[in-house]
């Protein structure tokens, strides 16, 4: 059982150029999210995705764009990279349990740089 | 507003206990959590508390949560050089309805030989 997939694990670009970031889950989850963590501003969400067909904009968006494929695929896309957007990417997903209770899978990340 | 805050680094000899503390705004929240993260890796669920709860035990980890101060904290006892890590505080948003939670800065935890 694999989780929570994401591709690539490291990519270096030029600024201006673009990527889209890959997550895949296998968990049968509704929800996704996009996070990027930043030394000593922790996990800050860039765009969620409550249930296939929707997202929205999380506390971070500007630069970004993202689609939900489907029930599994949750991709991010960076139109026009610059240095500012240097991060490491997590893709997560979550199911409601018992009384709400929302526990994240993590994928393991993607480390980007841009130059 | 909902923020979650935490300190950034904390300390410990190997075989002592750790204290981890965490703040939190949102008096909403049903859901505290504890994540852990090790180096180049993502985060782990550790353990989670109902708000209606003020202490949940799991082997080494005790959590302790003050509502009236909203004030959560994860004490590791007996602490193993394996327990360095970032350790993330945070809560669910019950309004939004979406599972999205808020994360605090995470807590390096360096635990010495």
């Known amino acids: 059982n694999a989780g929570v997939t994401q591709t690539p694990k490291f990519q270096v670009l030029k600024t201006g150029q673009s990527m889209t970031l890959q997550c895949a889950q296998d968990?049968?989850?509704?929800?996704m999210y996009w996070y990027r963590q930043d030394p000593g501003m922790g996990l800050r969400l860039i765009y969620y995705?409550?249930?296939?067909?929707?997202?929205d904009k999380g506390e971070v968006p500007n630069g970004y764009n993202v689609s939900r494929l489907n029930k599994r695929e949750f991709s991010l896309r960076l139109e026009s990279a610059a240095p500012s957007q240097t991060s490491v990417y997590f893709c997560?997903?979550?199911?409601?349990?018992?009384?709400?209770?929302?526990?994240?899978?993590f994928g393991s990340g993607t480390r980007l740089t841009v130059v | 507003g909902e923020d979650v805050e935490q300190s950034l680094f904390l300390s410990v000899r190997e075989g002592d206990s750790s204290v981890i503390n965490c703040t939190y705004t949102?008096?909403?929240?049903?859901?505290l959590y504890w994540y852990k993260q090790e180096p180049g890796a993502g985060l782990q669920l550790l353990t989670y508390?109902?708000?209606?709860?003020d202490m949940k035990q799991d082997q080494r980890l005790t959590v302790l949560l003050n509502k009236k101060d909203k004030h959560l904290s994860l004490r590791i006892a007996d602490t193993q050089t394996g327990d360095s890590a970032i350790y993330f505080c945070?809560?669910?948003?019950?309004?939004?309805?979406?599972?999205?939670?808020?994360f605090g800065q995470g807590t390096t935890l360096q635990v010495k030989p």
């Open positions: 997560a997903s979550s199911e409601a349990g018992r009384q709400g209770h929302y526990g994240y899978t």
């Open positions: 968990m049968n989850h509704n929800s």
């Open positions: 995705s409550a249930s296939e067909g929707t997202t």
């Open positions: 949102d008096s909403s929240s049903t859901y």
């Open positions: 508390i109902f708000s209606n709860m």
């Open positions: 945070a809560e669910n948003s019950p309004s939004s309805n979406t599972g999205k939670l808020i």
